[in-house]
């Protein structure tokens, strides 16, 4: 009996936990980020794999390599290679597990091949891991490089990188310390890292003995003594992999009843060819055993674009319920094709993977295969509005009406829980969009930037910003959405403003006015016109801009609107020194943002209005309006804020002559900015910079 349809149902892992449901689409779980637990020793890895068996050679040479040295210099390396479903990555689990107490500072763990991560992905969460907010991590491979670079000096850390494909996958995720040490694995020879001194080590499939020692831990050794040749056979079979001898281990010991001799005939139906062949017909034979709803779901799991995935999103593409699809995916973990990640998010190797997608491509029609990719690309869209609405609220810009994913609902939950989910979905989103646009589904591809925008903004992932803005843009463009296209060319300038790119966001801020007809649009347009002039210094250019901006939200009775731009009326009054005038403007927009309960923008204006007392010299006034903007700040978990707070507390300590305090928060807005992949770092690192 297949899987029954169109079901909502869902289940609430606890008290902290928000639900939002579309009939049409599913369900998508918001989880309240938990307090901040005390600093502690990454340990990255997965689980060791149990059992294991032999590779003693192996584990006694990385033994003896594990370094003794302090300094800075080169770390490590071992290169282990060999064939896929060798053993590689459980080598190096178990590896990792036996010296993890002998890395005082930690275990690292990234995974690349075709469905992994890339080098500055894994760099982005191995800075997250070593104290780095994820909203400051920088936005650039170099940026991402550096920092990793300055925070791993000295450190006994161990760094495992799995599927690695390239030399310089492993280069750039080199901790600048003698005392650490790298465990690389990889399908072939990297002649780069064995010339720069990376010890190799081969890695080949199990001898037959260890072979049927494994094949024993896992289904019992007195049934693989009661029939000792179709035992040696069968792994014989498996290629003396270990993943096929895992899968095969699994699958008898949910059939208890089913003899050795049972399952070699099966195999030998299947599995001919070479080793990989052998591996397909161990993969042809656990499907064929498995009924069909959790087929279904195993092929399903080839459609997804993502590297891992949830539960929910899964049930929402097969347009079945979440508890019936978690029910399979357990029946798939158990027959060791799935892996359950620490987060709640399933992985599976790419053998798996890939024989996951062969079996749709078999059994499913290419119709039934994009409609399920189209149902997971709309999950990740409820998804983005519901965060985008909790973060920014209803009375923000929009193009694209949250309400066609929401139906009305107004998410209870607050923006840092909306900003987790997209802490954990952002990377998913951006391969959905990519998905769309080779699917022509530019809709969809532009919905979920502008949803998204609400993590770029607080986040400011500089890189990711840009280039999904630029898909965004290309996607109104075909979609024939002007409006759209306008709001994209907007969002993306606002982030290669955030980069320097000044000229490339005048060109799209310059079409953007040409675009704009409605009266809301064009008032963004001159926002984002007047914010590049103010970065440029042309003060009278954005003063023009604003006014014209504020006239329009004035007209239309928008609150939001009107105070965002009063305050940025008075910042380009402040930049023209006409400082009467800007203070009283800026106490305005105060007074608005707090009546339109604007926090962001109540918090903009303080900062604001500290920038203009520390120029006339009043620091404590400036003090007492950073110490509330940074507060407010904080509440909102705003980095971009932050940082900003700590460039103007720089400025004022500097100009009242504190040298130790300027230096100190000059040093926390640089390393705000750096983390952020901004260009203002290097300008803060410029003697008198804080004199400007």
């Known amino acids: 009996?297949?899987?029954?349809?169109?079901?909502?149902?869902?289940?609430?892992?606890?008290?902290?936990?928000?639900?939002?449901?579309?009939?049409?689409?599913?369900?998508?779980?918001?989880?309240?980020?938990?307090?901040?637990?005390?600093?502690?020793?990454?340990l990255l890895t997965d689980l060791a794999p149990n059992p294991f068996v032999n590779r003693g050679e192996q584990i006694r040479e990385?033994?003896?390599?594990?370094?003794?040295?302090?300094?800075?210099?080169?770390?490590?390396?071992?290169?282990?290679?060999?064939?896929?479903?060798?053993?590689?990555?459980?080598?190096?689990?178990?590896?990792?597990?036996?010296?993890?107490?002998?890395?005082?500072?930690?275990?690292?763990?990234?995974?690349f091949g075709p469905h992994g991560e890339t080098p500055s992905e894994a760099l982005a969460r191995f800075l997250v891991v070593l104290g780095v907010p994820e909203g400051q991590v920088p936005s650039s491979l170099a940026g991402r490089r550096d920092l990793y670079r300055s925070l791993t000096a000295r450190s006994r850390l161990l760094v495992v990188l799995d599927d690695v494909t390239d030399a310089a996958q492993v280069e750039v995720l080199l901790p600048n310390s003698a005392a650490a040490m790298v465990l690389?694995?990889?399908?072939?020879?990297?002649?780069?890292?064995?010339?720069?001194?990376?010890?190799?080590?081969?890695?080949?499939?199990?001898?037959?003995?260890?072979?049927?020692?494994?094949?024993k831990r896992l289904c019992g050794a007195a049934r693989a003594d009661a029939e000792p040749d179709a035992a040696m056979e069968l792994v014989g079979l498996c290629g003396y992999l270990p993943l096929a001898i895992r899968v095969v281990g699994a699958r008898l010991n949910l059939h208890r009843n089913r003899s050795l001799a049972t399952e070699v005939e099966r195999l030998r139906d299947t599995g001919q060819g070479d080793v990989l062949a052998r591996v397909a017909g161990v993969f042809d034979a656990v499907y064929d055993d498995l009924a069909e709803p959790v087929r279904q779901v195993y092929r399903a799991l080839g459609v997804l674009v993502t590297r891992d995935f949830s539960v929910e999103v899964l049930a929402a593409a097969l347009d079945a319920p979440v508890a019936q699809v978690r029910a399979h995916v357990d029946q798939l973990c158990a027959a060791n094709l799935l892996e359950e990640r620490p987060d709640g998010h399933y992985s599976m190797h790419r053998l798996v993977r890939g024989h996951a997608l062969r079996r749709g491509d078999a059994e499913s029609s290419r119709a039934d295969r994009i409609a399920m990719l189209r149902r997971a690309v709309r999950w990740w869209c409820l998804g983005a509005a519901a965060a985008d609405v909790a973060a920014t609220g209803r009375k923000r810009l929009r193009v694209a009406d949250p309400d066609v994913f929401l139906d009305g609902q107004d998410p209870a939950m607050d923006a840092r829980t909306a900003l987790a989910w997209f802490d954990r979905e952002h990377a998913n989103i951006e391969a959905a969009m990519r998905a769309c646009a080779e699917q022509g589904w530019h809709d969809l591809a532009w919905r979920l930037f502008e949803s998204a925008f609400a993590y770029y903004e607080a986040r400011k992932p500089l890189a990711a910003?840009?280039?999904?803005?630029?898909?965004?843009?290309?996607?109104?463009?075909?979609?024939?959405?002007?409006?759209?296209?306008?709001?994209?060319?907007?969002?993306?300038?606002?982030?290669?403003?955030?980069?320097?790119?000044?000229?490339?966001?005048?060109?799209?801020?310059?079409?953007?006015?040409?675009?704009?007809?409605?009266?809301?649009?064009?008032?963004?347009?001159?926002?984002?016109?007047?914010?590049?002039?103010?970065?440029?210094?042309?003060?009278?250019?954005?003063?023009?801009?604003?006014?014209?901006?504020?006239?329009?939200?004035?007209?239309?009775?928008?609150?939001?609107?009107?105070?965002?731009?009063?305050?940025?009326?008075?910042?380009?009054?402040?930049?023209?020194?006409?400082?009467d005038e800007a203070g009283a403007t800026l106490r305005t927009a105060l007074r608005l943002a707090e009546a339109a309960d604007e926090p962001v923008v109540r918090a903009k204006a303080l900062i604001a209005l500290a920038d203009l007392g520390a120029g006339a010299g009043d620091l404590a006034a400036a003090e007492a309006a950073l110490a509330d903007a940074a507060d407010l700040a904080t509440a909102l978990?705003?980095?971009?804020?932050?940082?900003?707070?700590?460039?103007?507390?720089?400025?004022?300590?500097?100009?009242?002559?504190?040298?130790?305090?300027?230096?100190?928060?000059?040093?926390?807005?640089?390393?705000a900015f750096e983390r952020m992949g901004s260009p203002r770092a290097a300008r803060l690192l410029v003697d008198g910079a804080l004199g400007e």
């Not at 803005?469 to 606002?494: I, M, P, Q, S």
């Open 1 to 42: 009996m297949g899987m029954s349809a169109g079901d909502s149902h869902n289940e609430l892992s606890g008290s902290a936990a928000q639900v939002v449901q579309a009939g049409s689409i599913g369900s998508v779980t918001f989880v309240a980020p938990q307090p901040q637990a005390p600093a502690a020793v990454p």
């Open 62 to 111: 990385m033994d003896e390599l594990v370094p003794v040295s302090a300094g800075l210099g080169r770390p490590v390396v071992v290169a282990v290679r060999g064939m896929p479903g060798v053993g590689k990555t459980g080598l190096l689990r178990h590896v990792a597990a036996r010296l993890a107490d002998r890395f005082d500072d930690g275990v690292l763990y990234a995974a």
């Open 184 to 215: 690389v694995a990889g399908n072939i020879v990297l002649e780069e890292l064995h010339i720069d001194g990376a010890v190799p080590i081969s890695l080949d499939p199990l001898a037959a003995a260890d072979a049927l020692d494994l094949l």
């Open 465 to 579: 910003w840009i280039e999904a803005g630029t898909l965004a843009v290309e996607a109104a463009v075909l979609d024939g959405d002007t409006a759209a296209e306008v709001r994209c060319r907007c969002l993306l300038a606002k982030g290669l403003q955030e980069t320097d790119r000044h000229d490339d966001a005048a060109k799209h801020l310059a079409r953007a006015r040409e675009l704009a007809r409605d009266d809301r649009l064009r008032a963004s347009t001159y926002d984002f016109s007047g914010n590049l002039a103010l970065r440029t210094g042309r003060f009278s250019d954005a003063l023009d801009w604003f006014t014209s901006a504020l006239e329009i939200n004035r007209a239309l009775g928008l609150a939001r609107g009107t105070a965002l731009q009063t305050l940025f009326v008075g910042r380009a009054l402040t930049r023209l020194a006409r400082h």
């Open 637 to 671: 978990d705003n980095t971009a804020l932050l940082a900003e707070v700590a460039v103007l507390r720089a400025r004022a300590a500097h100009r009242g002559g504190d040298t130790a305090a300027a230096a100190r928060h000059r040093a926390e807005a640089i390393a």
